[in-house]
């Protein structure tokens, strides 16, 4: 059974700070992969997806990937308030155009 | 573009009855999904379609779960007779085929049945 891990948090980091929010899968043969964010009552949105082993930076997020070690990371620099929300890691399953959601964590940014 | 809509935004209704909730994909996108999240469990995989086809429903709960797309704008999802532990937010969400992009998700559902 394809399994996506995340810890639920909540993960507290202060304004300005960097949050890490970490993601293991069971798939070895998974090629893609997605960080959606939610907000408390509304529906998820893509912020970044990554398919090759290393590092892809898109303004002040950074998704990290290492398939040998079937690990995703997300880094958010300079955290804000209004990064405040569940990150969810995504796995694209082989074969079908699906993806399996991690249960998310939640990030508390305080002022 | 309009997003993926869905209707109704909220729906009460009580064990037993019929529900359909409706869905509306991003035009252009072949791919049509259906997920239900709950704080237990998450955001867990109901049915998938492909250019209007059920490709995987092995996520459909039981026999009282159906999903249709009649043509590529528009699905739906029963529920007959409804539970209480159907109560979750139902998201539909589209895709195209290509891999740079994920889904783009609906609004949800928010189903409580009493």
């Known amino acids: 059974q394809k399994e996506v891990e995340q810890n639920s948090g909540p993960l507290s980091v202060p304004e300005g700070a960097i949050a890490s929010l970490n993601c293991t899968y069971s798939?070895?043969?998974?090629?893609?992969f997605f960080w959606y964010r939610q907000y408390s009552g509304k529906s998820p949105e893509l912020i970044m997806s990554?398919?090759?082993?290393g590092d892809k930076e898109d303004g002040r997020f950074t998704a990290q990937l290492n398939k040998a070690s079937q690990y995703v990371s997300l880094l958010i620099r300079d955290s804000q308030p209004s990064d405040s929300a569940t990150y969810l890691c995504a796995v694209k399953n082989s074969g079908y155009s699906t993806l399996t959601f991690g249960k998310g964590t939640m990030l508390l940014v305080s002022p | 573009d309009a997003g993926v809509i869905q209707s109704p935004r909220h729906e009460v209704t009580e064990m037993g009855q019929e529900v359909t909730l409706r869905c509306k994909p991003i035009?252009?996108?072949?791919?049509l999904f259906w997920y239900r999240q709950t704080m237990m469990r998450g955001l867990e995989l109901l049915i998938y379609f492909n250019n209007n086809v059920p490709i995987d429903d092995s996520g459909m709960p039981e026999d009282r779960f159906s999903a249709k797309m009649p043509n590529a704008s528009f699905s739906t999802l029963k529920i007959q007779p409804s539970e209480p532990r159907d109560s979750a937010v139902y998201f539909c969400a589209s895709s195209r085929p290509d891999r740079v992009y994920g889904y783009t998700f609906g609004s949800g559902t928010r189903l409580t049945v009493v």
């Open positions: 035009s252009g996108h072949n791919s």
């Open positions: 798939d070895r043969v998974s090629q893609s």
């Open positions: 990554i398919y090759s082993n």
